[in-house]
């Protein structure tokens, strides 16, 4: 194989794995009934005149399986925080107990478990496309280095090449997101 093609590969190959990372990190914020401390990552507080991420100002904890804590680090920012949760709209309902915050998870409905599996496979479908979109470009790299000069059979070869990374991460993009539906849908 060719310099040029290897190169070809190894771009797609990361930017592939770029696009998996992100569903994968998307698909934690997606909570399946369980507290689980990243479902408060996109959460951002107003803190000393910047908006910062929740985890900068405080600890996140799950104390069980349907409460999370939330211990900011100086009290007069449990006010803050609070607004901030409940503006994120995550359809969660802060308590303030003058130390921390509680966070009581209710359990999904049918149709909130529906709509969770959609937004799932929407992120799923994010994921292909931006693999898709490495696909072209490593063809297209392929393509460019065949009018260079790169012979006709390496050029099929590294576009063959190139479809089997494509297909091997699609695949894992269907598993994971299985594997999430498959945890949203059970109650």
Sequence with gaps: MTEEIQMALDMAREA?????KHMESELQKIRAGKAHPAMLDSVKVEYYGSMTPLSQVSNVNSA?????TVQVWEKDMLDPVA????NA???LNPMNNGES???NIPPL?????RDLTK??????????VSV???????NDFIKAAKSDGLSEDLAKDGENEVQKITDQFIKKIDEVLSAKEADIMTV
Excluded: P
């Design 16 to 20: 592939m794995d770029k696009g998996i």
């Design 109 to 113: 409905t049918e149709e909130r478990r």
């Design 119 to 128: 937004r799932a496979r929407s992120e799923g479908e994010h994921a292909r």
């Design 132 to 138: 898709r979109n490495a696909r072209k470009e490593a």
């Design 101 to 103: 915050i509680l966070i």
């Design 64 to 68: 069980d399986a349907r409460t999370l």
């Design 83 to 86: 607004t901030a949760i409940i």
């Design 89 to 91: 709209n995550l359809g």
